[in-house]
T-cell receptor
């Protein structure tokens, strides 16, 4: 398996623009997580899905952020409109979701909002 | 919700010495405590984990301890080597749902 695949790897955009980050989890994994990493706040859990259903989105900073998982092999995180403070590395991770524990992270999407 | 505190934020140790990183958690329902290592520019990767029915676990030079009463858990790295330099994250969760991370410890191994 190729692991968790994220795109784009790098995104530079201007304030106010819409940003869409994409994630393909490992085949057969039932849980998918979106994290945001910054120096100040570390790894923050934004939202996680189990069997394509959003279970907890309490970490989503505000209404500008939304996430979807239309099927077991694809998820998106959208920011609209984007702001400079959204600049961070966004990681997608998946796990088997059977209590085995390990999260497998993608390589991350580095977002810069000017 | 769960809150994980991690200390210290930065740690420098001489090569060959031991390093200890400590974490506390708030939710008594948490029963799964993984540790992740993140090298510069890379993704976090699991190095060891411990579940609440175990007090200690060891894997070569790495060991974790858990005190459920005090809600403390720690990572111990012995005989540190240059390749141990990285950021280490502790985390807590229920099984593999809603894994909450600490803010990380940047470990420097000095020659």
């Amino acid at each position: 398996d190729a692991g968790v695949i994220q795109s784009p790897r790098h995104e530079v955009t201007e304030m106010g623009q819409e940003v869409t980050l994409r994630c393909k989890p490992i085949s057969g994994h039932n849980s998918l997580f979106w994290y945001r990493q910054t120096m100040m706040r570390g790894l923050e859990l934004l939202i996680y899905f189990n069997n394509n259903v959003p279970i907890d989105d309490s970490g989503m900073p505000e209404d500008r952020f939304s996430a979807k998982m239309p099927n077991a092999s694809f998820s998106t995180l959208k920011i609209q409109p984007s702001e400079p403070r959204d600049s961070a590395v966004y990681f997608c991770a998946s796990s088997r979701g059977t209590g085995t524990g390990e999260l497998f992270f993608g390589e991350g999407s580095r977002l810069t909002v000017l | 919700g769960e809150n994980v505190e991690q200390h210290p934020s930065t740690l420098s140790v001489q090569e060959g010495d031991s390093a200890v990183i400590k974490c506390t958690y708030s939710d008594s329902a948490s029963n799964y405590f993984p540790w992740y290592k993140q090298e510069l520019g890379k993704r976090p990767q699991l190095i060891i984990d411990i579940r609440s029915n175990v007090g200690e676990k060891k894997d070569q030079r790495i060991a974790v301890t858990l005190n459920k009463t005090a809600k403390h858990f720690s990572l111990h790295i012995t005989e540190t080597q240059p390749e141990d330099s990285a950021v280490y994250f502790c985390a807590a969760g229920i099984r593999d749902d809603k894994i909450i991370f600490g803010k990380g410890t940047r470990l420097h191994i000095l020659p």
